[in-house]
């Protein structure tokens, strides 16, 4: 028998109020209840995410579009576009820290590279914002740390871009895995099999008009500016060195792992990982890797993830199966998760796909049709200023599974060796060397403090 959308549909107020604690958070009070938003960071997804918000949630508006690149075609269009709507243009500022500095701005959505995002979101913190900032939303478990301390400190929201965490359908996978309709939990496969091509290095070449390079490297060490670290028009290769981010796994297997930890009952950090891999597709020379299949041991289950940018062939999902209908031909969907229990399998995907449970020769016994969940989570930010509840992606389990790209991209970097992790300490056993990347190194001027 088939059923559709078993348990029902799960609604989006149980995602909140299922998965997290309340009242801990003080919501805003101000007389006529407006939220007053800044945008850090106006790339594709910056410029997206902040009008998702403005579309979703009433009585809602932007003062600052703020970035390093003046050169930005989408700045003058939103300003005029924001104009329109909300009858003052709003401004453009370089300098991040002069919007945090406008008591006028209640939140913050920052979307800058990667290297950018904890000490951005803690500044932000600081002044008294609330903040949403994209995944991966750190660069390091140190990282992770800091941002919880401060979230906690300065008793703000702080929604994380896992918009995967504004799904029901996670909840409901969860909900289904707890019931023990797979039977006990064996092992857990994430796919994150993107398709690339070879990197070929570049000159380096003056900076150019209109960007300021020292304040787009912020954290990070000094180099000369090169077109593969940075685009002028898109997003560039920032992702391809350590310096920014951490290659396909942090840009979006860190999603794929994530739902699957949603789906899992958020567990807490694995007690080792190991992986193999490098640049075995193209054999490019670019720093980070162009495929990696890792391990982790949870002790109760095994989870895998292997994760690439050379598979071509493989499909991420268009509209008609993250708005639709439509299910995904699953061998070749490029983001799914495979949940193996003793009895059954579960396949689970990313981009709103959805779950379905099959028995043998592929019958499917059980499932729940997805949608993408952008704007779920864009809603949830904002309620979760309004009541105080706190949102879907907290710091907390935003730092467990960005964690897993670290744990994986150091036991990478460190060639490939099996590490030992205790999560208590969050510190590697069996390796000084592991325990010295668990930090990064900051530019003096960019540091984040110890004491946040
Ligand atoms: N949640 C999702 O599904 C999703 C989807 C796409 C991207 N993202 C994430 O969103 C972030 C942005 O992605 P993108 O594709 O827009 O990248 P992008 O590189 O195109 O945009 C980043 C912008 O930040 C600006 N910037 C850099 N340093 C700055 C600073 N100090 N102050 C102000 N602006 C600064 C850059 O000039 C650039 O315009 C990334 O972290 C990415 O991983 C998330």
């Known amino acids: 028998m088939q059923r559709r959308n078993f348990i029902g549909q799960v609604s989006l107020c149980t995602v909140g109020l299922s998965v997290h604690r309340s009242g801990l958070l003080a919501p805003l009070h101000r007389a006529n209840n407006k939220i007053v938003l800044a945008l850090v960071g106006c790339g594709g997804r910056g410029v997206q995410v902040l009008n998702g918000i403005i579309k979703e949630n009433e009585n809602t508006e932007v003062k600052y579009f703020c970035d390093v690149n003046e050169t930005l075609k989408a700045i003058p269009e939103q300003i005029e576009i924001h104009k329109k709507k909300q009858g003052y243009a709003p401004r453009f500022e370089t300098d991040m820290k002069k919007v945090f500095d406008d008591?006028?701005?209640?939140?913050?959505?920052?979307?800058?590279?990667?290297?950018?995002?904890?000490?951005?979101?803690?500044?932000?913190?600081q002044a008294g914002k609330h903040v949403y900032v994209e995944k991966n939303p750190t660069l390091s478990i140190w990282e992770g740390q800091k941002l919880v301390e401060a979230t906690k400190k300065y008793n703000k929201v702080l929604q994380i871009g896992f918009q995967n965490r504004s799904a029901p359908y996670g909840v409901s996978a969860r909900e289904y895995i707890r019931?023990?309709?797979?039977?006990?939990?064996?092992?857990?496969?994430?796919?994150?099999?993107?398709?690339?091509?070879?990197?070929?290095?570049?000159?380096?070449?003056?900076?150019?008009?209109?960007?300021?390079?020292?304040?787009?490297?912020?954290?990070?060490?000094?180099?000369?500016?090169?077109?593969?670290?940075?685009?002028?028009?898109?997003?560039?290769?920032?992702?391809?060195?350590?310096?920014?981010?951490g290659?396909?796994?942090?840009?979006?297997?860190?999603?794929?792992?994530?739902?699957?930890?949603?789906?899992?009952?958020?567990p807490g950090h694995p007690k080792s990982v190991y992986c193999t891999g490098g640049n075995i597709g193209f054999h490019s020379a670019k720093e980070t890797p162009e495929f990696l299949n890792i391990t982790y041991d949870y002790g109760d289950f095994a989870m895998t993830c292997e994760s690439g940018s050379c598979t071509n062939y493989m499909t991420k999902e268009g509209n008609e199966v993250r708005y639709g209908a439509q299910w995904p031909y699953w061998p070749q969907n490029s983001t799914r998760i495979e949940i193996y229990g003793t009895d059954r399998l579960m396949y689970l995907g990313r981009h709103g796909v959805g779950w379905q449970v099959m028995e043998k020769d592929g019958k499917v016994v059980d499932m729940d049709k997805g949608y993408f969940p952008d704007k779920f989570h864009q809603k949830n930010f904002i309620d979760a200023i309004r009541t105080g509840v706190a949102p879907n992606a907290d710091a907390q389990q935003g730092h467990l599974s960005a964690s897993l790209v670290h744990l994986a991209d150091i036991a990478?970097?460190?060639?490939?060796?099996?590490?030992?992790?205790?999560?208590?300490?969050?510190?590697?056993?069996n390796s000084p060397e592991a325990n010295q990347l668990l930090k990064g190194q900051y530019h003096p001027e960019f540091e984040i403090s110890e004491n946040v």
């Open 103 to 125: 008591q006028d701005v209640d939140a913050v959505v920052i979307a800058t590279p990667e290297h950018w995002h904890t000490l951005a979101a803690i500044w932000a913190l």
């Open 179 to 245: 019931s023990g309709k797979l039977g006990n939990l064996v092992h857990i496969k994430c796919y994150n099999m993107l398709g690339g091509s070879k990197w070929v290095a570049r000159p380096d070449t003056p900076v150019p008009a209109g960007l300021n390079w020292d304040h787009w490297q912020g954290p990070a060490r000094r180099v000369p500016y090169n077109p593969n670290r940075h685009s002028m028009t898109s997003r560039g290769g920032w992702l391809d060195f350590w310096s920014y981010g």
């Open 412 to 429: 990478y970097r460190t060639g490939n060796r099996h590490l030992i992790f205790d999560g208590s300490s969050e510190s590697f056993t």
């Open 247 to 266: 290659g396909a796994l942090s840009d979006d297997a860190s999603h794929v792992m994530d739902l699957a930890r949603i789906a899992l009952g958020n």
